[in-house]
């Protein structure tokens, strides 16, 4: 049985069964995103590397129809969660990311407008051929943070109490900080 994700069939196709895929896959099975992951990951030490980050899971569920009573707009909804792997851009180390996506999609050619679907965001097809794997990862690209942080910075090593507790903070501009006093008291220096 063929995998309905990589399908490749029209958008009127897709809705005029009124497909629902589920959807449980690997990030591995995400070429895309999977580089994007892979790329951030490259700036570890090999042994913070995690090691199974490819087998990260991406669940979820489409659900194909139309917006209309015509059965002209076809419409895509449903939802995605993904875990993966990224890099915190405070502490720099690693730690599991949770993507979600609720996509509500009208999918429109290039020249149709979405003009009376106000719950629905346009999706502009470029090709005649629809394979719904391809809308699930570039939402999930799309939902990726530009600078990923740690959800709780109880979790970031940045903000660790237990430096705190030792008494040893380390504070990365205090040797600026006493040039730029030294500066303010002789400028000549």
Not at 68 to 94: F, I, K, W, Y
Not at 95 to 102: E, G
Not at 123 to 143: G, S, V
Request: aromatic share 6%.
């Amino acid at each position: 049985m063929s995998n309905l994700l990589r399908d490749r069939r029209t958008a009127a196709e897709w809705a005029s069964v009124g497909q629902v895929i589920d959807i449980a896959e690997k990030i591995s099975s995400f070429e895309h995103l999977a580089g994007i992951v892979e790329a951030d990951l490259a700036v570890l030490d090999p042994d913070k590397l995690p090691s199974a980050w490819r087998d990260g899971v991406v669940a979820g569920q489409l659900r194909f129809g139309f917006a209309d009573g015509n059965v002209r707009v076809a419409t895509v909804t449903g939802h995605a969660t993904a875990a993966v792997s990224a890099v915190c851009q405070r502490c720099l180390e690693p730690f599991q990311l949770t993507l979600n996506v609720a996509p509500q999609l009208l999918l429109l050619d290039e020249q149709e407008t979405p003009d009376g679907y106000e719950d629905f965001e346009a999706w502009e097809l470029t090709e005649e051929m629809l394979r719904p794997q391809d809308i699930i990862e570039e939402l999930l690209i799309m939902a990726l943070p530009f600078s990923a942080t740690h959800d709780d910075m109880a979790d970031c090593k940045a903000f660790s109490t237990e430096q705190e507790s030792t008494g040893k903070i380390v504070r990365p501009f205090a040797a600026l900080r006493s040039q730029m006093q030294r500066i303010e008291m002789d400028p000549d220096e």
